[in-house]
């Protein structure tokens, strides 16, 4: 794969601004040459090299992402379920109150305040009640608004994140703003040169109904809307990506896990390169058919959010299961998508009996972990759980430091607002080889 890094000089020096200074000075002289004109061009453009090799003071992006493949790839899930009154949906408070015509303190859901301080006047959407510390008004956003959107894409761009995993909730199949929310990814995703493909999440979906629903829906997405033709959209071994996650074997029949794994895999028009999100325990299943259907996918993806172990008397992502995982994987033919997640939090979501369930951030030493231990294992992908996730504390987009008041939200811990941008941008040089492994964080606040 071919990457285009952008060439930055140092943040107080521009390929212009040395270029004019050092040609204004020759004119002065006028001393010019066509050779020392040469020369003074071939300065900038060693400036500019080494401001790379410094790593420079600014993120930096990979200007079009390869969508033939998932190897080297570091994705990132993108919900993009927020609704607000009077966004295009018109659905009220989704994903932000418990109320959907009412936001107040006892009625939130979220964990993380979004840093909004970037965003047009017409991308914020008043929350009534909630202020700043400086008394002004506080204001939330809506995944409907295309702007928001582009906004985020921007931001996997100019960090090096290789795009998204958008996710396409079933039990919500049929509302227009799904739709509208897949339109924007599909343009942002054309704007920044990132990819993208779907995630059909089955939570809570009515069994009887599971495989009709997203069968048609895709046959839908592809015949009419024709999403696998977007030259952004993600193909791996010559197939287009799907995720169907919720395989667990508490939830729905063994039964129809094999039809809707039978229908992906095989199907001569809607097939698609199956990743199966599953149990993170999915070796140990007791049930033989079960069993067999954890080791049918093209690429498994244990659901790993809350799953986790200690660590010199600290709460760790739960990685030491991997290796067998991987191994097991290979053996079965498929290829291994780890998740990889930056902490947890839910007591808005949940009430307070939540909190013995927080796993704390560590300013960024739970998510590096991670992703040194996927490099430890040469794993080559990496699926980050979430973007926008402040539902239940995964999000690694912009967070503010100093949410409003009333109410208790858990921040980045002082840290710059794009610090989880910045990390997933290294872990991702990290997974495709491109940095050394090393077990500390190799970036500076």
Request: proline share 5%; with cysteine; hydrophobic share 35%.
């Amino acid at each position: 794969m071919n990457y285009n890094v952008h060439i930055r000089l140092p943040k107080h020096e521009s390929h212009t601004g040395a270029l004019t200074r050092a040609l204004t000075r020759s004119a002065r002289r006028k001393v010019v040459s066509r050779m020392r004109l040469t020369q003074l061009l071939l300065v900038c453009f060693l400036l500019a090299a080494s401001s790379i090799s410094r790593g420079g003071d600014e993120p930096r992006s990979v200007d079009v992402v390869a969508t033939d493949s998932l190897h080297r790839k570091v994705m990132t899930g993108y919900q993009g379920w927020f609704r607000c009154p009077g966004d295009a949906a018109k659905q009220g408070w989704r994903h932000w109150s418990r109320n959907g015509q009412r936001i107040a303190p006892e009625t939130v859901t979220f964990e993380m305040w979004p840093d909004l301080s970037e965003y047009g006047a017409d991308e914020e959407y008043p929350a009534t009640g909630f202020t700043h510390q400086d008394g002004s008004a506080a204001s939330l956003f809506s995944s409907t608004h295309p702007k928001t959107v582009d906004r985020h894409f921007e931001w996997m761009q100019q960090y090096g994140i290789d795009g998204a995993f958008l996710q396409r909730f079933v039990v919500e199949l049929g509302s227009p703003s799904l739709d509208q929310v897949l339109d924007n990814v599909r343009a942002s995703a054309k704007k920044t040169g990132r990819a993208y493909a779907l995630c059909y999440d089955m939570s809570g979906a009515p069994k009887d109904r599971l495989f009709e629903q997203i069968t048609s829906d895709w046959k839908r997405l592809v015949d009419e809307k024709r999403v696998t033709e977007d030259d952004r959209y993600l193909r791996h071994n010559g197939k287009p990506v799907l995720i169907v996650w919720g395989f667990f074997s508490d939830r729905f029949s063994p039964e129809l896990a094999h039809q809707l794994i039978d229908f992906f895999k095989s199907d001569s028009r809607y097939g698609v390169t199956l990743a199966g999100g599953c149990q993170w325990y999915w070796r140990n299943e007791k049930d033989a058919e079960w069993s067999r259907a954890f080791r049918r996918f093209d690429v498994i993806s244990p659901w790993n959010v809350g799953n986790y172990g200690i660590v010199n008397g600290q709460r760790h992502a739960a990685t030491d299961y991997w290796k067998e995982d991987l191994d097991e994987a290979q053996k079965c033919g498929m290829e291994y998508l780890p998740v990889l997640y930056p902490g947890f939090a839910w007591t808005n979501l949940q009430g307070p009996q939540a909190a013995k369930n927080t796993l704390p951030r560590l300013s960024g030493e739970f998510f590096w972990r991670q992703f040194t231990a996927a490099a430890d294992l040469k794993i080559q992908m990496a699926y980050v759980a979430m973007f926008d996730e402040v539902d239940e504390g995964t999000a690694i987009f912009k967070v503010t430091n100093s949410p409003p008041k009333p109410g208790h939200f858990e921040t980045y811990e002082g840290l710059p607002s794009d610090w989880y941008l910045r990390l997933t941008g290294e872990g991702s040089k990290l997974i495709r080889g491109d940095i050394p492994n090393q077990k500390s964080i190799p970036i500076k606040p």
